[in-house]
C-alpha cells in the first residue's frame, strides 16, 4: 500500500507557482517566495506560463470541436488551474468527460 504524501504548505510546489506566475489564489508565500526569485533568472516566466495555458485552451477547443474529442485524461501539476480543461470543454459541449486526478488539494480545501 503506497501511503499518499503530506500535502506540505511551507515548501514551494510547482503546481502552486504556476498557479501564482498566473494570477491565481491556490498558493502560499513560499510558492511566491519561490515563484519571484524564477522571474529573477527567467524575466518572462510569466508571459511563458500565460501562453502555454493559452495554447491549451486553443487545443482543447480545437480538438472538441473539430476533430470530435470529448474525453481528455488532464494530468497536470496537482491542482486545478484557470481555465481547466475540463471548462473550456463544457463551454462547446454539454456531454463531455474529463477527468483530473490531483497530487494536493488546493489551498481552500477544494477538491479536483
Known sequence: MVLPRPFRTDQPHSARMYDYLLGGTDNFPPDRDAAERALVGFPHLRITARQNRAFMTRAVRHLAAEVGIRQFLDIGTGIPTSPPKYRVQGQLFSQY??????????????SS
Open 97 to 110: 468527460r474529463a477527468s483530473c486526478p490531483a497530487e494536493s488539494p488546493p489551498p481552500g480545501g477544494g
